[in-house]
């Protein structure tokens, strides 16, 4: 491996070090989530990544996601992440697809070529499509559950699906995925009671909406600089400790 990598391999061995060089890991959703878990992984050396998001950085991504800057307001996210991971890592494997993910574009990856996904989309239709898609591929993924409306990081846990409580989320996705016939999911969720924000925004939720076709609205959550991190950061390590255990 090369210097910038050597701390890491004194952790993981040489081996493990070029096992994170061969792998593939897609990324879906670059939020405070994901983008700080595509940070973690291209700095831990993985040698290709697929970054998978439609938006574009807003003002109000500045208080929690990675790729959020002054600069880079108004730029599409997948584009931003790329290029920050590029300066990382030159030699990465890096692919941005400004996509939204969901029933609809599901066709246009193959979930066979990835060693592992991340799911850290926001919306629960395109999580149990993402997660459909991956069990059926046989490809190993992880997705984020709720990180909004929370403050402590330190309640942040590893845990099957099914094994969860507390977070709203994670119930609405039990409920889903045991009628689907999905009877196991590594998932990242917070034992934290959600707080209440102290003033209510509205927006247009599109990717999801009303029985009669109108975009659906729901309350806009609070979020800080540390828990949807801390949630990222959590992702990585077990993709990367689950990498370096697989063949």
């Known amino acids: ?37 595509a940070e973690a992984l291209a700095r831990s050396g993985i040698g290709a990544l697929d970054l998978i998001d439609d938006d574009k950085i807003a003002l109000s991504n ?26 990382i890592n ?30 850290a989309i926001d919306t629960v239709t395109a999580k149990l499509e993402l997660v459909q898609q991956a069990q059926a591929a046989g490809t190993p993924i992880i997705s984020s559950m709720g990180t909004g409306n929370k403050l402590d990081p330190a309640a942040l846990r ?29 998932v990242a969720y917070s034992q934290e009671e959600p707080r209440k924000p102290r003033k209510e925004i509205m927006l247009p939720q599109e990717a999801e909406p009303d029985r009669d076709g109108t975009p659906s609205r729901r309350p806009v959550p609070g979020s800080c600089a540390f828990v949807p991190p801390a949630a990222g950061l959590l992702i990585a390590s077990e993709v990367v400790k689950d990498l370096i255990e697989s063949p």
């Open 1 to 37: 491996m090369t210097d910038a990598f050597s701390r890491t391999a004194l952790l993981l061995g040489e081996a493990g070090a070029a096992r994170l060089q061969r792998a593939r890991v897609a990324v879906f959703g670059l939020g405070g989530v994901g983008g700080w878990a």
């Open 62 to 87: 500045l208080n929690r996601q990675i790729f959020a800057l002054t600069s880079t307001v108004g730029q599409d996210k997948a584009d931003a992440a790329r290029a920050r991971l590029l300066d």
């Open 90 to 119: 030159p030699a990465a494997d890096i692919r941005a697809y400004k996509v939204f993910y969901g029933p609809r574009t599901a066709g246009q990856f193959d979930f066979t070529q990835y060693d592992y996904i991340i799911d």
């Open 158 to 186: 590893i845990a099957d699906i099914y094994e969860t409580a507390v977070c709203p989320l994670a119930r609405v996705m039990r409920k889903e995925l045991r009628r689907r016939g999905v009877r196991s999911l590594k």
